[in-house]
């Protein structure tokens, strides 16, 4: 796991001093990481020791070592699909189907592990609330995601809608996101910034935002009230969307069942609706 995504799982079990370590850290990422152990201790408001005894915790055995990883995830956080081309190296003798479904089987793997049982059943809640309405979007890539899954929760729920047509048009849309509404936004490395931007009016207009993202974790994650991070390297050219998919569908699942009358109502009024609309009823 990225040093965010261990310092993210390992919260709930932080001494309080060694806590605030971690929330500044996770507040200012990265720039606070590559500071000196002073600093960190001054905007945590610890002291030098604390700092020392977190990276510690973290199973680092010194802070240079802690850094030196650190660095090494902003720089992949930071690589672009050309440098990750140059980076996979030529293809093996390996059949390219299985390898190609094996990296993937991994990140299926390497995720379930990352997502605290405890944050998915937050943001099962969080979707589960048919007093507030339900937004999704995501980015250039992972907003056919968001388009899915809304589309299944709209069966399941009211109010649930996705943010539509061009960037200008989103903040129209803000215009209905009312205090303790759901925003739900998909956003992965080399982060977009009309995104995050986005992110930040919710965050104004008091939306609940669950962000689901990669290991490095979206600026999103500073005012998402929870964070659901999927591995999406894949040792290839592209990022994989897989682990992404599979988590929705699992959002999906767990609240369908939750919501289980009220799901099944508005499922068979929504077959009641399409049976009287078959040609020559």
Not at 75 to 100: F, I, K, V, W, Y
Not at 116 to 123: H, M, N, R, V, Y
Not at 186 to 207: C, H
Not at 237 to 265: G, P
Request: glycine fraction near 4%; include cysteine; proline fraction near 5%.
């Amino acid at each position: 796991m990225a040093i965010r995504e261990q310092i993210q799982a390992a919260l709930g079990t932080l001494p309080g001093a060694e806590k605030k370590v971690a929330h500044a850290f996770l507040a200012n990422y990265p720039s606070i990481g590559l500071s000196t152990i002073a600093e960190l201790a001054a905007l945590a408001g610890t002291s030098a020791p604390t700092v020392l005894r977190f990276v510690a915790r973290l199973g680092f055995e010194s802070y240079p070592d802690f850094q030196r990883v650190l660095r090494a995830d902003v720089q992949a956080q930071l690589m672009s699909p050309l440098e990750r081309a140059r980076s996979t190296g030529p293809l093996t003798d390996n059949p390219a189907l299985r390898t190609s479904f094996a990296d993937i089987a991994a990140n299926l793997e390497a995720t379930a592990k990352a997502v605290p049982e405890s944050e998915f059943e937050a943001a099962c809640e969080l979707l589960s609330d048919h007093k507030s309405a339900c937004y999704f979007l995501g980015g250039r890539f992972t907003d056919a995601i968001a388009a899915y899954m809304a589309a299944h929760l709209r069966i399941i729920r009211p109010n649930v809608r996705h943010f539509d047509g061009q960037t200008s048009t989103w903040r129209d849309q803000l215009l209905d996101v009312r205090p303790g509404d759901v925003a739900v936004l998909f956003d992965i490395r080399r982060y977009q910034s009309d995104l995050v931007r986005l992110g930040e009016l919710l965050v104004e207009r008091k939306a609940r935002i669950l962000l689901i993202t990669d290991p490095w974790l979206s600026p999103i994650a500073r005012s998402a009230r929870v964070v659901l991070p999927c591995v999406v390297d894949a040792n290839r050219t592209w990022d994989s969307s897989v682990a992404m998919l599979a988590l929705a569908e699992a959002l999906i699942d767990r609240v369908s069942r939750a919501q289980s009358d009220n799901a099944r109502a508005r499922m068979q009024t929504l077959e009641n609706i399409h049976w009287n609309n078959l040609p020559g009823r």
